[in-house]
């Protein structure tokens, strides 16, 4: 029978996660059932919002459970197939990530082209893009002349953002941690880019990058990004909200001194989860992506960990913030 | 010749104002230019947004000139007219507060009805009035079904907001500090008064007040008033963002630990300024806010100290917590 490995949450962290409440589980995988596939899985993705849901708390996205494989988008082949719609060989997407194998009723899965390579899926063309797409052109309310400023720039979300803005003509302003991520932002375009571990004061390194004020800040960081954006912005500025990676494993960490500055400048903030958003501009978001990356204008960077054995250490990489773009796993 | 005593920024306070920071100084007042009127005003504003213009920065008000008149909204009676579109006796409102006795083009004061009580043109039906029509209608979007949690209720915005909330048929959670201003809110039918300075958990003592969950917060407070309202919203909440009291005098203590809670629950915080909005929802406020005066859907209390000298305690009274309802000064 096949076998896959699987990774389990064992415990529910209070702080930030340690390799101790995961474990790497081994279990058999039957042939499929009628109307099923059997998927391997060639890559999986490990995303910040993924720690929210080891938290047992009503949000957005259901916790995990307990002693049982996790949850969350990958790309894979068919390698059985039970069911007319799909054949064997066709590449697939779902949210059966965190394991290497797995059935599936056919219509669970999605099938997609293999015209960009596989792992795009789940980056500039899957939800970190269409986060960014949303979170930019419709959170934010991007017009003509704004001055855009991004936190997490060289992550999953942040590089596409950074491209849109600057495809559609604005000045943009990013910040990210160390040089490497620095000079991949630089490579794609950005015209300001804040070293924020180089930085003692980021208010000022931002005024200084943005001495004309932000008009839009696209916010993945929180605490003292959040403050830096509050004070560098002009009146009218619009904020998208997609995370605030500072305070997820410790909340004190997201503390903000500066929203007052909100309301004398009338800036509106927008808190969203992208898949409220999805089946609105989804379509939209298809079509101008694959056009921008057709066209070369939309570049990305990943960074992979390799087998099912590293995907924790993948994880908890997002919050040390080794990964440049998006963290990948490779599985096959 | 008429004399006038007026009220100075003398010294631009770092933290809580002190008496000490302002100057009642007498001046002649000499006849009215042709074009002119002379006004003795009988009622002066004193309200919070005033804090800012003592500091020294770009706002969206200009600062206070040191060693000259303070300005705000005032309510008084014409008593020379060199204009015939006045006539002596006309009652008057205009910028000119914090003095007893000035002249004027007759273009840059408004006249208004004596068939509602003067000082109402200050609070119910001036400023402080449209404020919270524009916030809690047009910033928080309120709709049918919201439940809406008001902070500093008591005040001069707070009453109004909760009131207008209510004929609207919505469940209101008002916090105020002190029996006196729970009673006040009570009386006007709000359904939940919580006594901030009686609880020592704010977010619990929301939470048990509104266990549905919040839709609209109208912010005056900050600090742990917003992160109270971050914690008990509900998904797709709104916020208008009118003020943040707490933290006039000391930014620390706006301080917000929650807003991360604004990413998973798809909040939008919108800060504003009711001057950015008169033009556009002046004349539907005006009309709303006379029906409801005239139908008794709209009561207010006012707090009044008498006299220009009394004009600086008044002001300082706002920042802790002494006035239930309008904060006035009667200067005739």
Redesign the interface.
Same mark, same amino acid.
């Given at each position: 029978m096949t076998q896959s490995r699987e990774v389990h949450l064992v415990n529910r962290p209070d702080a930030t996660p340690l390799p101790s409440d995961f474990q790497v589980v081994t279990v058999d995988v039957p042939a499929p059932g009628a109307g099923e596939v059997q998927v391997r899985n060639s890559w999986m993705s490990v995303d910040p919002y993924m720690r929210?849901r080891m938290r047992d708390v009503k949000? $957005?996205s259901a916790p995990f459970t307990l002693n049982a494989a996790m949850t969350g988008g990958a790309v894979g082949e068919v390698v059985i197939s039970n069911d007319p719609t799909l054949q064997v060989g066709d590449l697939v997407q779902s949210m059966n990530g965190w394991r290497e194998v797995f059935n599936a009723p056919a219509a669970t899965v999605q099938k997609v082209s293999a015209t960009i390579p596989a792992q795009a899926y789940l980056g500039v063309a899957g939800m970190p893009g269409l986060t960014a797409y949303v979170g930019l052109l419709h959170m934010a309310s991007l017009k003509d002349g704004d001055v855009v400023f991004v936190s997490a720039a060289a992550g999953a979300v942040g590089q596409i953002v950074c491209q849109i803005a600057k495809l559609k003509g604005h000045k943009v302003i990013a910040s990210a941690g160390g040089p490497e991520k620095c000079a991949w932002l630089k490579s794609i375009g950005v015209d300001e880019v804040i070293d924020y571990r180089a930085e003692s004061n980021l208010t000022k390194a931002l005024l200084k990058a943005a001495p004309e004020g932000i008009d839009v800040y696209f916010e993945n960081v929180?605490g003292t990004h #959040?403050d830096a954006a509050l004070a560098a912005a002009n %009146?009218f500025a619009r904020f998208a +909200?997609?995370? #605030?990676i500072a *305070? $997820?494993n410790n %909340?004190?960490g /997201?503390?903000? &001194? &500066? +929203? #007052? #500055? /909100?309301? *004398?400048?009338?800036?509106? +903030?927008?808190?969203?989860?992208v898949s &409220?958003h999805a089946a609105q501009y989804g379509a939209d978001f298809q079509r101008d992506m694959v056009g921008w990356i057709s066209s070369g204008q939309i570049k990305w960077n990943e960074t992979i960990e390799n087998g099912i054995e590293n995907a924790v250490t993948a994880f908890l990489k997002l919050f040390t913030g080794e990964n440049t773009g998006k963290m990948l796993v490779k599985l096959s």
């Amino acid at each position: 029978m096949t076998q896959s490995r699987e990774v389990h949450l064992v415990n529910r962290p209070d702080a930030t996660p340690l390799p101790s409440d995961f474990q790497v589980v081994t279990v058999d995988v039957p042939a499929p059932g009628a109307g099923e596939v059997q998927v391997r899985n060639s890559w999986m993705s490990v995303d910040p919002y993924m720690r929210g849901r080891m938290r047992d708390v009503k949000s $957005y996205s259901a916790p995990f459970t307990l002693n049982a494989a996790m949850t969350g988008g990958a790309v894979g082949e068919v390698v059985i197939s039970n069911d007319p719609t799909l054949q064997v060989g066709d590449l697939v997407q779902s949210m059966n990530g965190w394991r290497e194998v797995f059935n599936a009723p056919a219509a669970t899965v999605q099938k997609v082209s293999a015209t960009i390579p596989a792992q795009a899926y789940l980056g500039v063309a899957g939800m970190p893009g269409l986060t960014a797409y949303v979170g930019l052109l419709h959170m934010a309310s991007l017009k003509d002349g704004d001055v855009v400023f991004v936190s997490a720039a060289a992550g999953a979300v942040g590089q596409i953002v950074c491209q849109i803005a600057k495809l559609k003509g604005h000045k943009v302003i990013a910040s990210a941690g160390g040089p490497e991520k620095c000079a991949w932002l630089k490579s794609i375009g950005v015209d300001e880019v804040i070293d924020y571990r180089a930085e003692s004061n980021l208010t000022k390194a931002l005024l200084k990058a943005a001495p004309e004020g932000i008009d839009v800040y696209f916010e993945n960081v929180g605490g003292t990004h #959040m403050d830096a954006a509050l004070a560098a912005a002009n %009146p009218f500025a619009r904020f998208a +909200l997609c995370g #605030m990676i500072a *305070g $997820y494993n410790n %909340p004190e960490g /997201a503390s903000v &001194n &500066n +929203l #007052m #500055m /909100a309301v *004398g400048k009338s800036i509106r +903030l927008q808190g969203f989860i992208v898949s &409220n958003h999805a089946a609105q501009y989804g379509a939209d978001f298809q079509r101008d992506m694959v056009g921008w990356i057709s066209s070369g204008q939309i570049k990305w960077n990943e960074t992979i960990e390799n087998g099912i054995e590293n995907a924790v250490t993948a994880f908890l990489k997002l919050f040390t913030g080794e990964n440049t773009g998006k963290m990948l796993v490779k599985l096959s």
